[in-house]
């Protein structure tokens, strides 16, 4: 895995960015940068940041499919 895709997958593993970047050992707010620098490549959200776990909205539904092909 990349390391963008890495970052991203670790915050679905976990459905929470803070217990993603404990894992990762990096600190809450890198993680969400490298994840927002995913998203901005992509063109679209992958995660819905509002509910606690994480939602993923159709685009991180269809992001996730295309990873497991």
Known sequence: MDGKLNY???VYQEGSFTRAAEKLYISQ???SAMVKKA???LGAVIFDRGPTPLELPEAGLDYF???YR
């Open 8 to 10: 991203v997958y670790a």
């Open 29 to 31: 707010p890198s993680l």
């Open 39 to 41: 998203e901005q490549a």
């Open 65 to 67: 499919q295309h990873i």
